[in-house]
Each structure stands twice: as structure tokens, then as C-alpha cells.
């Protein structure tokens, strides 16, 4: 009785107990697709006929086959432009422009523009990508706009696939980064840029010797966050240009949608699954690795 | 001199002003598009103003039907969610077992991770188990998903609440799981709205999951119904699609601004990331 009870208070034994529910739920829903997406990439699973239910190991055909792909490279290069411009420059620098620009500034107007920028945060993604949709398309706003004053319109969307899907998801993301940046920028003792304007640094100055040097930390936390969020991206893309024309705007999570539910090629497309999960596991021990030295 | 004195204070409310407008017109367009009665793509004042796009996706059966089961799936992953980390993340704070920072750090790790990638597999799964186009299984999905950033957030609220209290409670002969239930649950309303909120959102706007996991069209939620409508009708009717995302769109901003205090207190707990 006594040892039972000594079992019972056990913090290990309580800590499982009270985990399990969470155990299993990640187990089954994580853990266990992460070992499938492994396994199967090298497989030739299907998603229809013989290949779906007798599947054979094929070694390392898929990742071969995915080297060869001439598609397969058009999408990593999509990929990394998408990652960098958007979200390791893009959103980066309009969302610290923003909270920059801010600081010291009337409230109700902080407050009117700090709501507009949010919008675009809070609109789910498949109405980003509808207002967007709307908004570049060749009878839409922006095209009313320039031939207002007396400007070509532009098919934007199908001449501009790649620059359209990087801008919107600037868009759709920089109030985030604002967020980050405003708390990063609020964290600098006053005291600091006062003593400096008092020596006589420019604006120029104060911002490239102080204050960026002091948000560093922050910055490159939030620039590994946001390419790790932004590497997942699947919905804006696919509603706004389809990954298309042809596969001008497709990344790798469309590719992986294409070749695993359109061409039914599930190894294949679970091959390119791992692709996305091991970049993503790579960002995501960067990520943890600076938020241990951040402290 | 004094003229450019001016600029210099005017410049940044200028560049800003423009990146409000930037920010906002987009969404005027759906606005303003959702009350014309003869909506093109481009922004127009509704000059036919109309509730007739309103009204048409409040009385259509289908549409409403893939809001109750937005409803269902966002409402019960984030139910889900908030018992099942609150459960581990309780005794993460409370205790001091060995390797505990390992296993946070883990949590963080697999919060990280795109989802996206695992789905191919998760279909896979779901399909053997026979477990495809059912909402309960997608349901879990979507709360397995969201769990590690979850647990991750209710550790930090559970931190902030003193270990002192439940102390009395647990000398007065209360167990673990009546002092988290009657001491640290009331204590930690805010944190606890704040991950119902931020799953709800994010389960609301899920558009992936759904959409690779259900198949039959009765049983779609809004977030992919809404795209269907966009494939089917939407290159047409402009003003019904402007109203559905409108309709789609409200249930999100009025969260956020329930939320918006307590989410700047979980947005400053993830933002810190102190661990």
C-alpha cells in the first residue's frame, strides 16, 4: 500500500499520467506521419490501382527520380525565393519599418494604422488570397488604377506570378513582424538614444550603431520563426495563382499537393514531403538554438 | 530651412498613412463589393446598393451548413486543445523532474514544424484506418497539430500563477487535479481564452486539413466551401463571393478584439519566448 502510494506520487509516474493524453495525440498524429513520411518516400505507394495496396521499397528511386525533375527544381528555387523575399526580407523590413517609423508618434494615429496593418494579419488566408485575387486581376484595382493615369494594365498574376504570391504574403505577414518589433524597440532604455542625441548622432546614425545592434537578438529569433511559418505555406499560394501559370509560382508544398493528389504518386510525393519536413526540422533547431542564447 | 524642418516631421506620418491606404484597400474592395448589386473585381462605390449578396449566403442551406461545421471543428479542436495541455503542461510547471528543460525545448521544436508536410502521410493514415472524411478524426488532427504550441503557452500561464495556493489546497487533503481544477484554472481564465482563441482562429482559417481530409462535399467546413464557391461561382458572382468572405471573415475579428488583451499578454509570453 504504502510503496503504491509512493509510486503514485512519483513526479515522473503523475507527469506521464497527466501527459498521456498528449502523448498519444502527437504519437499518433506526428510523431507516427513524420516515421510514414520517411518510410514511404522510399516506397512507389499510389493512390489508385495495384501500387496503392501492394507497395514495394524501391530504394532511393524517388530522390533520384526528384533530381532529375526539372519541376522539382523550379519549385526549390520558387521555395527559397518565396522564403527569403517574404519572409527573411520582406516582411522583415516592412514590419520594422512600420514600428519604427511609430515610435513617438500620436496615439489615435498609432493605434489607426497599427488596426490596418493588423486587417491583413487577422483575414484568414483563403480571403487573402480572394481580396488579392480581386485586386491584381486584369480587370481589378490596381489596373483600374494605372489606367487612370494613362498607364498599360498589367496582367499581374500571370506575367508576375512570383512577385504577386511574395507581396501578398508580405501583406498578409508583416504585422506580425510589426508586433515583434514594436516590443523589441520598446525594450531600449530611453536613456540610451538620449545620450547619443546628445553627442550629436544623426537619425542615420542612432539607427545603424544603437538601435539595430540592440534588437539583433530579437531579429534573427523572428527571422528564423517567420521563414519556418512561411516554408508551410500551402492555401495563399494555391488560391491566388494555382502555383501557375505552368509551375511559375509553385513551392515545394504545392509541388507535393500535385504530384501526391493530382498525379496520384504518393511515394513520390512523400519524398518531396520529406524534403519540406527536413528544412523545416533544420529551421526549427535554429529556431530553439536561438531562443537559448537569446536569454 | 524651416520648410524642410517640416518635411522631416511630416515624412514618417506620410509613408505611413501610405502604408495604411496599401494595407486597406484590399479589403475595401470586399466591403464595398459584398453591397453592390452589379460587383465587377475592380473597387467601386456601390451605387446599387444592395443586402441581396447578405442575404443569399445567410439562406442558403449549404453555406450555412459549412459555417455550424466550421463551428464544430474549430470549437472542438480548441476544447480538445485546452483540457489536453493544460493536463501536461501542469505538471511541466509545477514539477522539477530531470531532463525538464529537454522536454520543453522538444515541445518548441515540434511546434516548429509545417504541418504541411506531414499531410500526404496523414492521408495515407487516415485512409488505412478508414478513418477519411470523417470529422472526429479531423477534429484530433487539428488539435494534435496545434498541441505543442498549446502546451507551450499554458506552461508559460501556469508559471505565472503562484505555487503557494495550491500548496494549501493539497495540505487541506485536495489531489493534483482538484487543485489545478478549483486553485489554477479560475486563476488562469485569461491564458486559458487566449489558447481557445488562437486555436479557434487558427482551426477556423485551416484550409489544408480539411480540404485533404474531406472529401464528401457535405460535410466541408466554410474555409473550403468558400474556395469551392470561388471555382464554381466566383468568377461570376463577385458581390456573393465578397459577402462569404465577409461573413467568413467576421467571426475572427470579433475574437481578435475580445481577445486583444489577453492575446498581447500570449503574444508577449511566445513573442519573449523566456523558457
Given amino acids: 500500500m504504502a510503496q503504491r502510494r509512493a509510486l503514485r506520487n512519483n513526479p515522473y509516474i503523475k507527469t506521464l499520467i497527466f501527459g498521456s493524453p498528449a502523448i498519444i495525440l502527437m504519437l499518433l498524429f506526428i510523431l507516427g506521419p513524420i516515421i510514414m513520411t520517411i518510410l ?39 521555395t527559397i525565393i518565396f522564403l527569403v523575399c517574404s519572409a527573411l526580407i520582406g516582411q522583415q523590413v516592412v514590419g520594422f519599418l512600420i514600428a ?16 490596418l496593418v493588423l486587417a491583413g494579419w487577422i483575414t484568414p488566408e483563403i480571403v487573402v488570397a480572394f481580396v488579392w485575387f480581386a485586386f491584381l486581376s486584369d480587370d481589378g484595382t490596381l489596373n483600374t488604377i494605372l489606367e487612370f493615369v494613362g498607364m498599360e494594365p498589367v496582367a499581374w498574376l500571370l506575367n508576375f506570378p512570383m512577385v504577386s504570391v511574395v507581396f501578398v504574403n508580405i501583406w498578409h505577414g508583416a504585422a506580425f513582424c510589426m508586433l515583434m518589433y514594436q516590443a523589441a524597440l520598446d525594450d531600449i532604455p530611453q536613456e540610451i538614444e538620449e545620450a547619443a542625441k546628445i553627442d550629436g548622432a544623426n537619425a542615420w546614425h542612432r539607427l545603424w550603431r544603437i538601435t539595430l545592434p540592440m534588437i539583433k537578438g530579437s531579429a534573427v529569433t523572428n527571422m528564423v520563426l517567420v521563414t519556418l511559418q512561411t516554408l508551410g505555406v500551402f492555401t495563399l499560394i494555391f488560391a491566388l495563382t494555382g502555383g501557375g501559370p505552368g509551375n511559375k509560382s509553385t513551392t515545394l508544398p504545392l509541388f507535393m499537393y500535385d504530384e501526391a493528389f493530382v498525379n496520384y504518386q504518393l511515394g513520390y510525393g512523400t519524398a518531396i514531403s520529406l524534403v519540406i519536413l527536413l528544412l523545416g526540422i533544420l529551421l526549427s533547431l535554429l529556431y530553439i538554438r536561438f531562443l537559448k542564447t537569446d536569454d | 530651412m524651416k520648410f524642410k524642418k517640416r518635411i522631416k516631421i511630416a515624412l514618417p506620418y506620410i509613408i505611413l498613412s501610405l502604408i ?6 484590399p479589403l475595401l474592395w470586399m466591403i464595398f463589393a459584398s453591397f453592390d448589386k452589379n460587383a465587377t473585381l475592380s473597387i467601386e462605390w456601390p451605387n446599387d446598393f444592395t443586402f441581396d449578396h447578405w442575404t443569399q449566403i445567410f439562406t442558403d442551406p449549404d453555406i ?18 485546452v483540457i489536453v495541455s493544460a493536463l501536461a503542461a501542469y505538471p511541466l510547471s509545477r514539477f522539477h523532474i530531470k531532463h525538464k528543460d529537454s522536454i520543453i525545448l522538444s515541445i518548441l521544436f515540434l511546434s516548429g514544424l509545417p504541418m504541411t508536410a506531414i499531410m500526404v502521410p496523414v492521408y495515407q493514415m487516415f485512409v488505412f484506418f478508414n478513418l477519411n472524411d470523417s470529422l472526429w478524426a479531423t477534429l484530433l488532427f487539428m488539435s494534435a497539430a496545434a498541441l505543442p504550441y498549446g502546451i507551450w503557452l499554458m506552461k508559460n500561464f501556469i508559471d505565472s500563477v503562484p505555487v503557494s495556493l495550491e500548496e494549501s489546497a493539497w495540505i487541506d487533503g485536495a489531489s ?11 486563476l488562469m481564465k485569461p491564458g486559458i481564452f487566449t489558447v481557445l482563441i488562437f486555436t479557434f482562429t487558427g482551426s477556423w482559417g485551416n484550409f489544408f486539413v480539411p480540404f485533404i481530409l474531406i472529401q464528401s462535399v457535405e460535410k466541408l467546413p466554410a474555409s473550403v466551401t468558400i474556395f469551392q464557391f470561388f471555382g464554381q461561382h466566383g468568377m461570376v458572382f463577385y458581390g456573393q463571393l465578397a459577402a462569404f468572405s465577409f461573413v467568413y471573415t467576421i467571426p475572427v475579428v470579433i475574437l481578435y478584439f475580445i ?17
Fill in chain 1, 40 to 78: 514511404f518516400s522510399f516506397t512507389d505507394i499510389a493512390l489508385t490501382g495495384a501500387a496503392a495496396k501492394e507497395f514495394e521499397f524501391v530504394g532511393f528511386e524517388n530522390f533520384s527520380r526528384m533530381f532529375k525533375d526539372p519541376s522539382f527544381k523550379t519549385s526549390v528555387i520558387n
Fill in chain 1, 100 to 115: 519604427y517609423l511609430m515610435k513617438g508618434k500620436a496615439r489615435p494615429f498609432r493605434s489607426l494604422i497599427g488596426l
Fill in chain 2, 20 to 25: 495604411g491606404i496599401m494595407f486597406f484597400i
Fill in chain 2, 64 to 81: 450555412l451548413r459549412a459555417f455550424v461545421i466550421g463551428v464544430f471543428l474549430s470549437l472542438g479542436s480548441s476544447i480538445v486543445i
Fill in chain 2, 176 to 186: 493534483m487535479l482538484v487543485g489545478l481544477r478549483k486553485v489554477v484554472v479560475p
Fill in chain 2, 259 to 275: 481577445g486583444q488583451k489577453y492575446m498581447s499578454q500570449g503574444f508577449g509570453l511566445s513573442g519573449a519566448t523566456k523558457g
